[in-house]
Antibody
Framework: QVQLQESGPGLVKPSQTLSLTCTVSGGSISSGSYYWSWIRQPAGKGLEWIGRVYTSGSTNYNPSLKSRVTISLDTSRNQFSLKLSSVTAADTAVYYC??????WGQGTLVTVSS | SYELTQPPSVSVSPGQTARITCSGDALSKQYAYWYQQKPGQAPVLVIYKDSERPSGIPERFSGSSSGTTVTLTVSGVQAEDEADYYCQSADSSGTFWVFGGGTKLTVL
C-alpha cells in the first residue's frame, strides 16, 4: 500500500521560500509511470492544483503559480519536493502531496506570517 | 484560465438521491474525477474517468457525463455521505489540472 507523508516548516516568513517534502513509502517513486502532484487548500476554501512531476522528471505547473514554483524528484530518498518562492499570506494553506489521483498524504499546514 | 463550475451546496434527506453537477468546456474531451472530503481529512477519490468507481467505494456513488457537464450521483444518501465534493479534470490539452469550487452535500 503506497503511503505519502508531507513534511516541512509550518511557519514561513513573507517573501521567503516555502519548502516541503513528500516521502513515499510502499513503492518506488521511480518505478511505473506516475504523476506526483502538489495540491493546496486554504482554510475554508477549495482545492488548488499547484503542479506535478512525472516519473521521468518532467514537470507541469499551474499557470497562476508557475513563476514561483519548482517541483522535483529525489529518487535516492524516494521523495519529491515543492518550493514556492516569494510567499505571502495568500499562500497560507494545507498542502497535500499525491500520487496521481488515488493516493494522498494527510496534508500539512503552512502559515505565512512574520 | 480554465474553470469548472459546481453548485455551492446540495441538500437531501436520508435515503434520497443527491446529484452534483460540474460544468466545463473541456469536459467533452477530458475525463472527470470526483473527490469526497470530510472535515480535517484529505480528499478521497470516489469516481474516476467519469463513471468508474474505485475499489472500496460504495455502489451508491456513480458518475455520468453528457457533453460539457458531468454529474456525481449518490443514491440512497446516508448521514455519513455529508461532506464536500470536488470535481477535477484537465484543460483541453490535458496538461493542467483544475478543480471545481466544491459542493457541500448536506444530509437533512
Amino acid at each position: 500500500q503506497v503511503q505519502l507523508q508531507e513534511s516541512g516548516p509550518g511557519l514561513v516568513k513573507p517573501s521567503q521560500t516555502l519548502s516541503l517534502t513528500c516521502t513515499v513509502s510502499g513503492g518506488s517513486i521511480s518505478s511505473g509511470s506516475y504523476y506526483w502532484s502538489w495540491i493546496r487548500q486554504p482554510a475554508g476554501k477549495g482545492l488548488e492544483w499547484i503542479g506535478r512531476v512525472y516519473t521521468s522528471g518532467s514537470t507541469n505547473y499551474n499557470p497562476s503559480l508557475k513563476s514561483r514554483v519548482t517541483i522535483s524528484l529525489d529518487t535516492s530518498r524516494n521523495q519529491f519536493s515543492l518550493k514556492l518562492s516569494s510567499v505571502t499570506a495568500a499562500d497560507t494553506a494545507v498542502y497535500y502531496c499525491a500520487r496521481e489521483r488515488d493516493y494522498w498524504g494527510q496534508g500539512t499546514l503552512v502559515t505565512v506570517s512574520s | 484560465s480554465y474553470e469548472l463550475t459546481q453548485p455551492p451546496s446540495v441538500s437531501v434527506s436520508p435515503g434520497q438521491t443527491a446529484r452534483i453537477t460540474c460544468s466545463g468546456d473541456a469536459l467533452s474531451k477530458q475525463y472527470a474525477y470526483w473527490y469526497q472530503q470530510k472535515p480535517g481529512q484529505a480528499p478521497v477519490l470516489v469516481i474516476y474517468k467519469d463513471s468508474e468507481r474505485p475499489s472500496g467505494i460504495p455502489e451508491r456513488f456513480s458518475g455520468s457525463s453528457s457533453g460539457t457537464t458531468v454529474t456525481l450521483t449518490v443514491s440512497g444518501v446516508q448521514a455519513e455521505d455529508e461532506a464536500d465534493y470536488y470535481c477535477q479534470s484537465a484543460d483541453s490539452s490535458g496538461t493542467f489540472w483544475v478543480f471545481g469550487g466544491g459542493t457541500k452535500l448536506t444530509v437533512l
